[in-house]
């Protein structure tokens, strides 16, 4: 998930720089796991590598932090290499 805070996001971050752990927690508390986290310099502000159960949970995660209003995200599933190369000779 790359993500990018508006100015309430920042504000309450710089004023609660552990509000960044608590985000994790409640992302963890809905089923995903967060694998590792980056703060990022440039058009997007992190990144989080998250692992969901499926691309629903992922979607409910990502609205429910959306919704506040003071961030904005972007989602995209992966997939190891090595299952790309044995869908490939599938083919």
């Known amino acids: 998930m790359l993500s ?3 100015p309430g996001g920042w504000a309450t971050l710089r004023e609660t720089p552990d509000r960044i752990r608590a985000v994790t927690d409640e992302v963890e508390s809905m089923g995903l ?3 590792a986290q980056y703060a990022l310099m440039g058009q997007w502000d992190f ?3 998250i692992e969901a159960p499926d691309e629903s949970a992922m979607a409910r995660a990502a609205v429910a932090l959306a919704a506040r209003g003071t961030m904005r995200t972007q989602t995209m599933q992966a997939i190891p290499i090595e299952t790309l190369i044995e869908a490939l000779r599938d083919t």
């Open 4 to 6: 990018t805070l508006g």
């Open 33 to 35: 796991t967060v694998v």
């Open 47 to 49: 990144l989080n590598i």
